[in-house]
Structure formats: C-alpha cells, structure tokens
C-alpha cells in the first residue's frame, strides 16, 4: 500500500539524529580502535554501591518507590548538596530522583516552557539540551562562546541573546566538551544578567564532584539565585554510575511540585534498586570519589600538554573528563580529523562541531581512559598530525 501520510510529528520529524552517533557506528565497524569518543567513565561503580543494590534484591525490595524517590536518598542528596555546596534543599518538598540527569533536564523544560518560549543554549554543549528544549514546544535561541575565552560565556553575549521571549537560560560547568568551568567571578556575572532580566537558569552541574584546580561553586549559591535556579545533578559520572540512570534535581517547591506532576504521569518512579545503591554512593562512597577525581586529574595532565606539544593547541580544562583541543593547525575541519583519525590511525574522537557551531576546528577528546590507552593514543595522534 503507497505511504500517504507521515504519522510523525513536526517536532520529532524535524529533530536531526546527533552527529556522535554516525561516529560510533564508523568506529564499531574497525578493529583495534582506541576509542576517546564516549562520555563516561571508565571505572566500574564501586563495590559496596553494586553491593547494596544486591542486598536491595535479596531483601525484596522490588516495588515503586514514592514518585519523587525514597526519602532516605532525598534526606541524602539533602545532606550531600548542603555539605559538599553549601546549598539547602528540603528533602520532602525540594528534591525529585530522576532517571539520570537527562531525564530531570526533560521535565525541567516541560515544567517551564509555553509554546514558543525561548530558552537560551551556550554552544559548545551537551547536544541533548536544544532538542529537549524543541520538544518541549519551546524554541532554542542558541549563542556561540569563543576559545579566546576558554569558551566561558560573558554578560555581554548573554545578554544579546535576551528577548521578551526568553524565560530560561541552560548553564553547564564543569562543560561538556570543552571541560570549562566557571568559578564565582563567572557565576555571578551571569546572575547579575539572570536577576536583570527575571530568568531562570538551568544549572547542569553533572560533573561538579570532577573539578581538579579550583573549588567547585554552585550556582544555586550565588547570592540571589536560588530562587531561580533548577540545580540539575546526578550519579553517571562523579560516581561511576552511568549506567544505573540515576539523576536528581534541586528546585524552589513551586518549581519541582510541577516537576513531579510530569513526572509521576510519565515515569513514576527511578529504578528502585539503583536508588538503594545511591544511598550507599552517599553515605560511603565520598573516598572513591575522590580517588576517580585524582587520577582524572593525572590524566587530563598528561594528556593536555601531550596534545599542546604534539601541535593540537588545548586550553586547560578545570574539570569534567574532556579535552577539546584545536585542530586548526592541521588545515582540516574537525569532521575531516575525526574521520580520518579513525581511518589512519584508528583513534575515535568527536568532531568539536557536533556540540555546536563554535566548536568547529576542534575535537572533543575523553581522556576517562586508562593511561596506556592514552599513551598509545597520544602516540597515534602524533603520527597522524605529522603525516599532514
Ligand atoms: N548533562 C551533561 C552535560 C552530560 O554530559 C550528560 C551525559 N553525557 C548528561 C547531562 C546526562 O547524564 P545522565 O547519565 O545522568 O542522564
């Protein structure tokens, strides 16, 4: 029978697939492939984390936990964003447990988005945040951070961006790909624009446990914004924990009593035991995390100046586990590297331009890998770079 009628929606019809996954499916195909393509980390969760979700099991705790997640994790995130970032969140009324960081990006954006509001995104970034802003019948106004400025955002760029549309503005430090993070100076330059204009900021601080030279600030405890801040965090990648799919959010009541409105009709609950093993990740898990962030911290080392002295001229990232170097130098665009990287020399990375527009002339490299498989990968680099 002749098709007649697409059954998608606009939406969905018009959302492009994201440009790492061309990549990784050209990557899966060849063998021996060093692979500094994917974001997460290379450790296994920590033994007493996968430990307490097995006892979760065998005492049979296998039913939905309350919509907004077990209290007991609720009380611990609490503690935890109170200790580690000096910000005060209610357990019962302040916090929902969600399915990964991703998940509470998506009802965050629901929860605030009209038809046709726009929403502010800061490019280079993680490339889920204009499509779940599109979904959610918003419009993505998106603004381009330069290199010259480590790709941090300045108040005048910001501002530029602002219409009567605008009600939000996603913000993420630690950065994924640059690994830029913003300390208070940063913070409150945004805030002031934020306050100015009335705005609600997304804070995605999923990498705020891997910041390796300066103390970690939240936005949330800038002076002024917790009241307009959506603090957005989560276990995948300070603890290891990807794939468990455990997130959270922090927000003023109004803001996450709407949240968990969508949340209760759409998922329920997060995954009952991997909230179990998030409670042992809290209570226990700190000298672990620590651990993981020292020997990142070695890594990014090594790496960054390997790459600087190989020609790839790279900024210092502060944290999260990415190094987005310039390939300019080369002649190539970052899609031409990429590709031919993984052709010649069997090294996968991610062409800078996937995360947006100024990240062309860059590749985002992750370096949660082990050091031999950095080195090997430093040394492959070296002879591609001088080939051309
Ligand atoms: N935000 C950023 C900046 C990320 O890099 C990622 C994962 N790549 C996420 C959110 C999603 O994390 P989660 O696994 O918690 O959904």
Same mark, same amino acid.
């Given at each position: ?7 998608l ?9 994201s440009?790492?996954r ?10 021996g492939v ?31 936990t ?18 580690g ?5 209610s357990p ?13 990006l ?16 800061i490019?280079p ?11 959610a ?13 480590? !790709?941090?955002?300045?108040? =005048? &760029?910001?501002? *530029? $961006? ?7 503005? /996603?913000? #993420?430090? %630690? ?22 204009y ?49 997130? !959270?959010?922090?927000?003023? =009541? &109004?803001?996450? *009593? $709407? ?7 759409? /998922?329920? #609950?997060? %995954?009952?035991m ?11 898990g ?33 944290g ?13 665009t ?44 430093v ?10």
């Amino acid at each position: 029978m002749e098709q007649t009628k697409t059954y998608l929606s606009e939406t969905v019809n018009a959302l492009k697939p994201s440009g790492i996954r061309r990549f990784f499916d050209l990557a899966a195909g060849i063998e021996g492939v060093i692979s500094l393509g994917v974001g997460e980390p290379d450790f296994v969760t920590s033994w007493s984390v996968r430990e307490a979700a097995i006892l979760s099991l065998e005492q049979g705790y296998t039913s939905y936990t309350a919509n907004a997640g077990l209290l007991e994790l609720r009380e611990e995130i609490s503690a935890y964003m109170e200790k580690g970032f000096h910000v005060t969140y209610s357990p019962k009324k302040e916090i929902i447990v969600t399915v990964g960081a991703s998940q509470a990006l998506d009802i965050a954006l629901r929860a605030i988005i009209d038809a046709g509001d726009e929403v502010i995104v800061i490019e280079p970034c993680f490339v889920s945040y204009a499509p779940l802003v599109a979904l959610a019948g918003g419009k993505p106004v998106t603004v381009q951070t330069k290199k010259e400025n480590d !790709f941090k955002i300045t108040a =005048e &760029e910001l501002e *530029q $961006a602002i219409t009567n549309r605008t009600k939000a503005v /996603i913000l #993420c430090s %630690p950065n994924n790909p640059t690994g830029t993070m913003l300390n208070r100076h940063d913070l409150e330059e945004i805030a002031a624009v934020a306050k100015k204009y009335n705005l609600l900021i997304l804070s995605d601080e999923i990498y705020a446990e891997l910041s390796y030279d300066e103390k970690f600030v939240s936005l949330a405890a800038i002076e002024g914004m917790r009241e307009r801040t959506i603090l957005i965090s989560g276990f995948s990648k300070g603890f290891a924990m990807t794939g468990w799919r455990l997130g !959270f959010v922090c927000a003023p =009541e &109004e803001i996450t *009593q $709407a949240m968990l409105k969508i949340h209760q009709y759409a /998922i329920m #609950c997060a %995954p009952t035991m991997a909230q179990y093993a998030a409670v042992e990740a809290l209570k226990n898990g700190q000298e672990d995390v620590i651990g993981m962030r020292k020997d990142y911290r070695r890594r990014r080392n090594y790496f960054v100046q390997s790459l600087n002295e190989i020609g790839l001229e790279c900024h210092v990232p502060g944290g999260a586990f990415y190094a987005f170097p310039s390939v300019q130098s080369t002649g190539l665009t970052s899609e031409q590297f990429a590709e031919r990287l993984l052709l010649e020399e069997k090294v996968a990375v991610v062409p800078g331009d996937v995360f947006g527009e100024s990240g062309q002339g860059h590749i985002r490299c992750s370096y949660a890998s082990s050091m031999e498989q950095l080195q090997e990968a430093v040394k492959r680099m070296k002879r591609f770079v001088e080939r051309i």
